[in-house]
């Protein structure tokens, strides 16, 4: 964990869901209580440069399809299953 601290902004995830993945070890190291408080601070700036990179990148998702629908978001149905109700 004391490696983490050490990234700068600069340096992006190999994309979202590595990002997703450091996030919920940086949480469950906080969580546990295993970090100094120089190590929780380091950490928490880390894990708030992992949170704006996650919502930057499901963002654009959204905005890409919301573009291929002609700028209509749909309902989204799971598995191709059409709405039932």
């Keep these: ?31 546990a209580g295993k970090l ?13 440069e992992l949170l704006a990179y996650c919502r930057s990148r499901l963002e654009d998702a959204q905005q890409q399809v919301s573009i291929l629908e002609d700028g209509v978001l749909k309902d989204f149905s799971v598995g191709g299953e059409s709405d039932k109700q």
Excluded at 5 to 28: R, W
Excluded at 36 to 48: I, N, Q, T
């Design 36 to 48: 100094s408080l120089e190590d929780s601070l380091a950490a928490y700036k880390r894990g708030a």
């Design 1 to 31: 964990m004391a490696g983490q601290g050490k990234k700068t902004a600069t340096q992006k995830a190999e994309g979202f869901e590595a990002a997703m993945a450091e996030l919920e070890k940086i949480v469950a190291d906080m969580e």
